[in-house]
């Protein structure tokens, strides 16, 4: 399976920003999409994941409210719209797949496949 995520760039506190991942390959055994992230000097931490089949959703609390993880209509394909963001969202974001049924899926050792990260900058 390979991910390819897209979307990161520079924007200013309060705007909004939308991340996609689209996976390829042998992708109908996958259980699980989630997003992670990684700001400087920090480890990588959970922000949201989605159940492929049933749309389950999970998130990481400070990101409730204002984060949104959704599937695409084709099914390979994971949307994290961002609203509100802070400068404490900045980070590479990096999207990861699986095959585990683990709930909840906010651990790294979860999923399999990764995606190479793009980076989300919010200024003050």
């Known amino acids: 399976v390979q991910l390819q995520a897209s979307g990161g760039g520079l924007v200013q506190a309060g705007d909004s920003l939308t991340l996609s991942c689209a996976a390829s390959g042998r992708t109908s055994t996958l259980e699980t999409m989630g997003w992670f992230r990684q700001a400087p000097g920090q480890e990588r931490e959970f922000v949201a994941a989605v159940a492929w089949i049933i749309g389950r959703q999970y998130y990481l609390d400070s990101v409730k409210g204002r984060f949104t993880i959704s599937r695409g209509n084709d099914k390979n394909t994971v949307y994290l719209q961002m609203n509100s963001l802070k400068p404490e969202d900045t980070a590479v974001y990096y999207c990861?797949?699986?095959?585990?049924?683990?709930?909840?899926?906010?651990?790294?050792?979860?999923?399999?496949?990764w995606g190479r990260g793009t980076l989300v900058t919010v200024s003050s």
């Open positions: 990861a797949t699986g095959t585990s049924s683990e709930w909840p899926p906010s651990s790294s050792f979860a999923y399999s496949f």
